[in-house]
């Protein structure tokens, strides 16, 4: 069954604690995304990688990191440094990164505790 | 620049009445557009999409969007609302490959539909 994995559902960090969300694809796509969704709004991307190894910033990437050492895993870290990080978090790929069509998960909620 | 603004934060039929969600455009080029649907605590799942064929795209569950480049709109109509289409709608246009084929998110319509 292909598709696109994301744990866990819930999570919830301490002040000053680094938490890393997972995303898995097993569709063979080279693209993936980061993307952070608040109440009322659209989804505003964090981190994209074009292909393994590599992987450039969005447009709201101050607070996070990313790594793409696999084809299908592109885990996400949310550090210290992100003051807010109350979010919904979703993680998307795409055949390539030529604009078609992406697939999302079904995405993580993070809370602080 | 490419951009996308949604019209309506918030639209309200009944059901088995018609559903009509705007979306108007700004792009420099021809743009691949989307609408994408996002039901409570779930990942989005693409409804339609625009790539330069047909200006009529039919998508899933009888949803459709007509592209007018002179009116630069995209907007999502079904004839007939069912109490399963509640949900928030994206509208979503897509960068040239040169910026990283990323896409652009409107800020979502929340449609909400009346037994």
């Known amino acids: 069954d292909g598709g696109i994995t994301q744990s866990p559902k819930y999570l919830f960090r301490k002040e000053g604690q680094n938490v890393t969300l997972s995303c898995e694809q097993n569709l063979n796509h080279d693209a993936m995304y980061w993307y952070r969704q608040d109440p009322g709004q659209g989804l505003r991307l964090i981190y994209y990688?074009?292909?393994?190894?590599?992987?450039q910033k969005g447009d709201i990437a101050e607070g996070y990191s990313v790594s793409r050492e696999k084809k299908e895993s592109f885990p996400l870290t949310v550090t210290s440094a992100q003051k807010n990080p109350t979010a919904f978090y979703l993680c998307?790929?795409?055949?390539?990164?030529?604009?078609?069509?992406?697939?999302f998960g079904a995405g993580t909620r993070l809370s602080v505790l | 620049a490419q951009s996308v603004t949604q019209l309506d934060s918030h639209v309200s039929v009944s059901e088995g009445t018609p559903v009509l969600l705007r979306c108007n455009y700004s792009s420099s080029y021809s743009p691949s557009l989307f609408w994408y649907v996002q039901h409570p605590n779930k990942g989005l799942q693409l409804l339609l999409k625009?790539?330069?064929?047909?200006?009529l795209v039919k998508g899933i569950n009888g949803f459709e969007a007509e592209f007018k480049k002179s009116e630069t709109s995209f907007h999502l109509t079904k004839p007939s609302a069912h109490m399963s289409d509640a949900a928030e709608y994206f509208c979503?246009?897509?960068?040239?490959?040169?910026?990283?084929?990323?896409?652009?998110f409107g800020q979502g319509t929340e449609l909400s539909v009346k037994p």
């Open positions: 625009y790539t330069s064929a047909a200006t």
């Open positions: 998307a790929s795409s055949l390539s990164a030529g604009g078609g069509i992406q697939y």
């Open positions: 979503v246009v897509s960068l040239a490959y040169n910026q990283g084929g990323n896409l652009i």
């Open positions: 990688s074009q292909i393994v190894n590599d992987f």
